[in-house]
């Protein structure tokens, strides 16, 4: 009798547990269900024609994954990740990408929290700051830090190719050390120069001023405050994590990112959410949940244009009118923020693939900007995938017309070079050498046509795979065939020798 008193006690109690769980429950349930509710939305088919337009431009560019996030009087009202990861992971709003170049706008937030602290002035010379910054090129004395920041250093990829040395720099300290040598491209402040190493020297600046590592600086004083969690600071993009990919004749191939020092530059790893309360610090004049990290004076100046200067870009911003934007381009990876501050729109959207010529990387963002401001994107009838199969397509037919007229038309090419005059025929010959000369001279043709950007072959190879690759045939087709006819004219030319002899 004891033992079942004690039993219908035992399951009462458990009853009332069960209940009393219930109940929380339901409370929690209903405050998630009011919070939500209460949540900030798009207006009604914004949401829906964003995730249809990003998941076209997807297919249309070969993009594996990305993730995207979009604020609005400071609260995110869109964040979604798409595809995957190198490694085949799902991407999500929290998972962690390189955002490249968008590095250099937080690093130009830290410069300015100092010059507003009192600790710099923007007109202070890189030189007096920086015990180990020197230049046998007397101007760079004179190169001073809002200079760095509107990158019009004098300092340029054209005498200083960072990106393009085979061994790369394992510190700011080292990187800066190798400044010694250079000379500027131009006198500081007169040119703009779109060049990494004007923020390595601000990094260098911001550790050395601060007596703090550049990534505990921005750990402790920028990611901590605006509760950006998930993002950190690496100097070597070697560094990273999960691979990236490049695109090959469309397909996307996984690739880890080559090793190359981006420290203050490109250095940054953070997710779509993190990025988020970024533009929402942009957007709120220096604010973000009640706490200030710069003032709304110091964010304006840092979307001012140097004067004087032919030049959009601000402090870590390029200025487009009302917009401000930052793109970040790696190898294997993409980014790209977008500032709308007279709509109080932010943009950030984060790519799982690199850079690459056929894909415009910029029409992701500024096709959501249009949505957003009631108009209709762009639309684009031809896709990667078009250009690239014709791209292979190309490749093939050069194969096979190489094949036909090397083994299969050699007879009838040696019987005009023996009725045609020899001026001529030589000609026709080094013309056949054209393709090896552009292939040759292609880094430095991109130089030219990309702003001054100097890269190495490994990066063109990357840059456009599937054009380097039938250049390379057809160079190497062109040279071989070249070769065949120099052995044919020299036996043709013997012959008329002992002919007239």
């Known amino acids: 009798m004891l033992k079942s008193k004690e039993k219908r006690r035992s399951i009462a109690s458990i009853s009332r547990k069960m209940i009393l769980v219930l109940l929380l429950a339901a409370v929690f349930s209903g405050a998630y269900t009011s919070l939500a509710s ?6 009604t088919g ?22 995207v996030a979009i604020v609005h009087d400071g609260e995110i009202v869109y964040s979604k990740g798409y595809g995957q990861t190198g490694s085949g992971a799902a991407v999500t709003p929290d998972t962690p990408l390189p955002v490249a170049s968008l590095s250099k706008s937080i690093t130009a937030l830290a410069v300015m929290q100092l010059v507003e602290a009192g600790k710099i002035r923007l007109e202070d010379k890189a030189a007096d700051l920086l015990p180990s910054f020197r230049m046998d090129d007397p101007r760079g004395k004179e190169i001073t830090v809002r200079q760095l920041l509107n990158q019009t250093s004098g300092l340029a990829d054209t005498v200083f190719p960072e990106m393009a040395f085979s061994a790369q720099p394992a510190s700011l300290g080292e990187s800066i050390a190798r400044l010694k040598g250079v000379k500027l491209a131009s006198d500081p402040g007169t040119a703009f120069h779109y060049h990494n ?7 260098l600046i911001v550790e050395t001023v601060s007596k703090e590592p550049f990534p505990d600086y921005l750990q402790k004083h920028i990611f901590a405050p605006l509760h950006m969690d998930r993002t950190t600071d690496a100097a070597l993009t070697g560094s990273f994590k999960e691979p990236g990919h490049m695109l090959l004749y469309g397909q996307p191939v996984a690739l880890k990112e080559p090793d190359w020092f981006v420290e203050g530059a490109a250095g940054n790893v953070s997710t779509a959410n993190d990025m988020a309360r970024w533009l929402m610090l942009q957007l709120g004049g220096g604010t973000y949940g009640g706490t200030r990290l710069l003032s709304p004076e ?9 004067a004087g200067v032919e030049s959009r870009y601000g402090m870590g911003w390029t200025v487009d009118g009302a917009r401000l934007s930052h793109n970040g381009i790696l190898w294997t990876y993409q980014a790209d923020q977008l500032l709308m501050p007279e709509s109080g ?11 690459n010529a056929l894909v415009n990387y910029g029409t992701f963002a500024s096709g959501i900007a249009d949505i957003l401001s009631g108009e209709e994107p762009p639309k684009s009838a031809i896709s990667v995938g078009m250009i690239e199969a014709g791209i292979a397509l190309l490749t093939l037919l050069t194969v096979l017309l190489w094949v036909r007229g090397f083994f299969f038309h050699w007879k009838r090419w040696e019987h005009k070079a023996r009725q045609r005059r020899v001026w001529l025929t030589s000609l026709r010959m080094l013309a056949t050498l054209i393709p090896l000369a552009i292939f040759i001279s292609l880094p430095q043709i991109l130089t030219f046509v990309g702003g001054g950007r100097v890269v190495k072959w490994e990066q063109i190879f990357l840059l456009m795979p599937s054009v380097v690759i039938w250049l390379a045939l057809l160079s190497a087709f062109g040279a071989i065939g070249f070769v065949r006819k120099a052995l044919c004219m020299v036996s043709i030319l013997r012959e008329h020798q002992k002919a007239q002899a």
């Not at 914004?46 to 993730?67: A, K």
């Not at 190493?197 to 990094?203: C, K, M, V």
């Not at 729109?345 to 850079?355: K, Q, T």
């Open 38 to 43: 209460a949540a900030p939305k798009l207006e």
């Open 46 to 67: 914004r949401e829906d024609q964003i995730d249809r337009f990003i998941e076209t431009r997807m297919h249309q560019n070969r993009i594996p994954g990305l993730s």
């Open 197 to 203: 190493t004007n923020y390595q020297l601000l990094a």
């Open 298 to 306: 110091g964010i304006a100046a840092m979307r001012e244009v140097p």
């Open 345 to 355: 729109y932010g943009i950030v959207i984060l790519f799982g693939s690199g850079l």
